[in-house]
């Protein structure tokens, strides 16, 4: 039975504004996690920290770990190596039934034998919770999803969205200092997924829970986090909010996760980088460089000549002109064999040779670059 | 009979007649003993005349196949209790541990199915015996529950393997500690493995004889009972409890497969009334 104090109400009217900050104190500190299954090595030397109210998504494609990084935060697994801490406490040498730590599994995992209301007043029941106070928490919590039509319905009638709204609440409802959510929405048609992103976000504001992500669409942790973690093959990648990690990608692996890219792979020397044909000024350190490159970062332009001296102009062939509604992806092809992916706004079909121009400040370079 | 069924149609001719020949085979000597028991004039003779429930008097007022009825049940009920409740360990031990010897634990947990009952009889004959204790209904309980824990295990264990087991870990989750979880998420989920294994152990208890035989006392069970008469002559009051034995046990059977094809086809457990009935029943 867990023993903390019960948290003042006034939690769940917490400042929505809340984002992570620098310097504040974290709520959890991941510091050199190591995970290993057998000889398998799953998670490596993962070190990272939460803020309190922050909305923090850990991205990655399957098997990169996410999920059993979520698990030994959860308790379900024990780290290999390293520590787990929340809120100045260790949290890895607990159980899981004795951490403020909740999770919306990616079965939901809804008791089948349970009403929806027994359901999210399971956990409650369990810890103690008076029995007063049961019944308007589990009413106040299934009215925040928008679920107390369906209390007293076992959750096998239930659609999948409505049961994802029910896992949600069940775990809410025990007002943890973090929410774990394990794909919670992977399940989902697209639209329904769209509308529960856009609901699961407000939520968070609203109650101003801190809530650890797990996905493997950016789309949809772009669009949900203050600062994503990319995971790739056990490791972090890279730890950052959303627009630095399009805009600033530290790797080409990131640049290629996030987003589309197009990879210059470039001799940098005398204050200027030279991939193939295309050159343009560059104070990064002499020698080989691999830069990234975004699509919608090249421009079409009147005339291969001209243009300020801070950019690249340069004629392609066109090979391909893909219509996407309000862009055009052209995939493109310089003078000496590089492919490039441009993204325009859309226009009428173009003349087979076009010409293009890109800024030099577009061009990022990559740290995992040209010779390493 | 289950060879015969999903064959193609075009041999059906053919092999419709030796279903049937099957089935006759399996089922026509079962027809002949209900038909008998209504038999006016005894066990011989064909065709049967003087169809009459004479029988079936004489069958409710016999004080002795009674106390054995009884006596089966008893000990097919304990058979269940012990068997269950030594089972379930050992199936959730299989399930979810891992430990040193544990391929051989399965098979040695296996071993009293494949084991003629002669075997296990004999030998635990030979345990009582060295133990000094009376041969009594005791025995034969303590004998029926360990022969079917195997069953009970293999029963609870399909079933475990069945169950999501992020349930379990939702319920740790929700601070929930492990023996909570046991009670409110993992036994709610077992209760079709669970009923289903409590009757097909008694099915297999009431109509035990090998291991029974071994170490019977002074008190009969049904099998036992109806063994002795036959040795002394066969009545038709032997066809009459037969045929009532028959339609318990076809009627366990449907119940079973009830419980089974409930299971299968809805994720939603038993309502509550079913399952609760039934384990009154047991109790």
Same mark, same amino acid.
């Given at each position: 039975?867990?023993?903390?104090?019960?948290?003042?109400?006034?939690?769940?009217?917490?400042?929505?504004?809340?984002?992570a900050r620098a310097g504040a104190?974290?709520?959890?500190?991941?510091?050199?996690?190591a995970?290993?299954?057998?000889?398998?090595?799953?998670?490596?030397d993962i070190?990272?920290?939460?803020?309190s109210?922050?909305?923090?998504?850990?991205?990655?494609?399957s098997g990169?770990?996410?999920?059993?990084?979520?698990?030994l935060?959860?308790g379900f697994?024990?780290?290999s190596?390293g520590?787990?801490?929340?809120?100045?406490?260790r949290?890895d040498?607990?159980?899981?039934?004795r951490?403020?730590v909740?999770t919306?599994?990616q079965?939901?995992?809804?008791?089948?034998?349970?009403?929806?209301?027994?359901?999210?007043a399971y956990?409650?029941?369990?810890?103690g919770v008076?029995?007063a106070?049961?019944?308007?928490?589990v009413?106040e919590?299934?009215?925040?999803?928008?679920?107390?039509?369906?209390?007293?319905?076992p959750?096998?009638r239930?659609?999948g969205?409505?049961q994802?709204?029910v896992?949600?609440?069940?775990?809410?409802?025990?007002?943890?200092?973090?929410?774990?959510?394990?794909?919670?929405?992977?399940?989902?048609?697209?639209?329904?997924?769209?509308q529960m992103?856009?609901e699961?976000?407000?939520?968070?504001r609203?109650?101003g829970?801190t809530?650890?992500?797990?996905?493997?669409d950016?789309?949809?942790?772009?669009?949900?986090?203050?600062?994503i973690a990319l995971?790739?093959?056990?490791a972090?990648?890279q730890?950052a909010s959303p627009r630095?990690?399009?805009?600033s990608?530290?790797?080409?692996?990131?640049?290629?996760f996030?987003?589309?890219?197009?990879?210059l792979?470039?001799?940098?020397?005398?204050?200027t980088?030279r991939a193939?044909c295309?050159?343009?000024p560059c104070a990064?350190?002499?020698?080989?460089?691999?830069?990234?490159?975004?699509?919608?970062h090249?421009r079409?332009?009147d005339?291969?000549?001209g243009?300020?001296?801070?950019?690249?102009?340069f004629?392609?062939?066109?090979?391909?002109?893909?219509?996407c509604?309000?862009t055009?992806?052209?995939e493109?092809v310089?003078p000496?064999?590089?492919?490039?992916r441009?993204?325009v706004?859309s226009?009428?079909?173009l003349?087979d040779?076009?010409?293009?121009?890109?800024s030099a400040k577009?061009?990022?370079r990559?740290?995992?670059?040209?010779?390493? | 009979?289950s060879a015969?069924?999903p064959?193609?149609?075009?041999k059906?001719?053919?092999?419709?007649?030796?279903a049937?020949?099957?089935?006759?085979?399996?089922?026509?000597p079962i027809v002949?003993?209900v038909?008998?028991s209504f038999n006016g004039?005894?066990?011989?003779?064909f065709?049967?005349?003087?169809?009459?429930?004479e029988?079936?008097?004489?069958?409710f007022?016999d004080?002795?196949i009674?106390?054995a009825?009884l006596n089966s049940?008893i #000990?097919?009920?304990?058979?269940?209790m012990?068997?269950?409740? @030594?089972? $379930?360990?050992?199936?959730?031990? &299989?399930? /979810?541990?891992s430990?040193?010897?544990?391929?051989?634990?399965?098979?040695?947990?296996?071993?009293?199915?494949i084991?003629?009952?002669?075997?296990?009889?004999?030998s635990?004959?030979?345990?009582?015996?060295?133990?000094?204790?009376?041969l009594s209904l005791?025995t034969?309980?303590l004998?029926?529950?360990t022969?079917?824990?195997s069953?009970?295990?293999?029963?609870?264990f399909?079933?475990l393997?069945?169950?999501?087991?992020?349930?379990e870990?939702?319920s740790?989750?929700?601070?929930?500690?492990?023996?909570q979880?046991f009670?409110?998420?993992t036994?709610?989920?077992l209760?079709l493995?669970l009923?289903a294994?409590g009757?097909?152990?008694?099915?297999l208890s009431?109509?035990e004889?090998? #291991?029974?035989?071994?170490?019977?006392?002074?008190?009969?069970? @049904?099998p $036992?009972?109806i063994?002795?008469? &036959?040795? /002394?002559?066969?009545?038709?009051?032997i066809?009459?409890?037969?045929?009532l034995?028959?339609?318990f046990s076809?009627?366990?059977?449907?119940f079973?497969?009830?419980?089974?094809t409930?299971?299968?086809s809805?994720a939603e457990p038993?309502?509550?009334?079913?399952?609760?009935?039934?384990q009154g029943?047991?109790?």
């Amino acid at each position: 039975m867990k023993t903390y104090a019960k948290p003042p109400a006034k939690e769940w009217d917490h400042d929505a504004s809340t984002t992570a900050r620098a310097g504040a104190d974290p709520l959890l500190e991941v510091r050199h996690v190591a995970k290993r299954f057998g000889g398998r090595e799953v998670l490596r030397d993962i070190s990272l920290d939460v803020a309190s109210g922050e909305f923090l998504t850990i991205l990655g494609e399957s098997g990169s770990g996410k999920t059993t990084l979520l698990r030994l935060i959860a308790g379900f697994e024990q780290p290999s190596n390293g520590e787990i801490w929340m809120s100045g406490e260790r949290l890895d040498t607990q159980p899981p039934y004795r951490r403020r730590v909740n999770t919306v599994f990616q079965s939901y995992a809804l008791f089948p034998h349970l009403t929806v209301a027994e359901n999210v007043a399971y956990g409650m029941r369990v810890q103690g919770v008076p029995r007063a106070e049961i019944p308007p928490r589990v009413a106040e919590a299934l009215a925040m999803v928008k679920m107390s039509a369906s209390a007293e319905t076992p959750p096998a009638r239930l659609s999948g969205g409505m049961q994802q709204r029910v896992a949600l609440a069940r775990a809410l409802v025990n007002r943890p200092k973090l929410l774990l959510l394990d794909e919670p929405l992977s399940a989902l048609d697209a639209n329904l997924r769209r509308q529960m992103q856009t609901e699961l976000k407000a939520l968070q504001r609203e109650i101003g829970i801190t809530f650890l992500f797990v996905t493997h669409d950016q789309d949809e942790a772009m669009a949900l986090s203050d600062r994503i973690a990319l995971l790739r093959a056990g490791a972090l990648e890279q730890i950052a909010s959303p627009r630095e990690i399009y805009n600033s990608p530290t790797s080409a692996y990131t640049a290629q996760f996030i987003g589309q890219t197009n990879l210059l792979t470039a001799q940098v020397s005398g204050g200027t980088a030279r991939a193939g044909c295309l050159l343009w000024p560059c104070a990064a350190p002499e020698g080989p460089a691999t830069f990234s490159l975004r699509p919608e970062h090249i421009r079409l332009v009147d005339g291969a000549s001209g243009g300020n001296p801070a950019s690249c102009r340069f004629r392609a062939k066109l090979e391909n002109q893909t219509f996407c509604g309000s862009t055009d992806m052209l995939e493109i092809v310089s003078p000496d064999g590089q492919h490039l992916r441009v993204r325009v706004p859309s226009r009428g079909i173009l003349e087979d040779e076009v010409d293009l121009e890109f800024s030099a400040k577009d061009c990022v370079r990559l740290r995992d670059a040209g010779s390493s | 009979m289950s060879a015969a069924a999903p064959q193609p149609r075009t041999k059906a001719g053919g092999l419709g007649i030796y279903a049937a020949a099957v089935f006759a085979f399996l089922y026509f000597p079962i027809v002949v003993l209900v038909i008998y028991s209504f038999n006016g004039a005894g066990v011989g003779g064909f065709p049967p005349r003087n169809l009459t429930l004479e029988w079936y008097r004489i069958l409710f007022s016999d004080r002795a196949i009674w106390d054995a009825v009884l006596n089966s049940v008893i #000990v097919a009920l304990a058979a269940v209790m012990i068997a269950l409740s @030594l089972g $379930l360990p050992a199936a959730l031990a &299989l399930d /979810r541990v891992s430990f040193p010897g544990k391929a051989l634990f399965r098979r040695l947990v296996l071993l009293p199915l494949i084991l003629p009952g002669i075997i296990t009889g004999l030998s635990l004959l030979m345990f009582v015996r060295y133990t000094g204790q009376k041969l009594s209904l005791l025995t034969v309980i303590l004998g029926h529950g360990t022969a079917l824990i195997s069953v009970a295990t293999t029963e609870l264990f399909a079933g475990l393997q069945k169950m999501d087991r992020a349930q379990e870990e939702a319920s740790l989750d929700l601070g929930a500690n492990y023996w909570q979880t046991f009670w409110r998420v993992t036994l709610p989920n077992l209760s079709l493995p669970l009923a289903a294994a409590g009757l097909l152990i008694f099915t297999l208890s009431m109509d035990e004889i090998a #291991v029974t035989f071994f170490l019977i006392g002074r008190d009969n069970t @049904l099998p $036992l009972e109806i063994w002795g008469r &036959l040795r /002394r002559g066969m009545t038709p009051e032997i066809n009459a409890i037969s045929t009532l034995i028959f339609i318990f046990s076809v009627a366990l059977i449907l119940f079973w497969y009830h419980l089974r094809t409930r299971g299968q086809s809805s994720a939603e457990p038993l309502l509550a009334a079913e399952p609760e009935s039934f384990q009154g029943k047991l109790r």
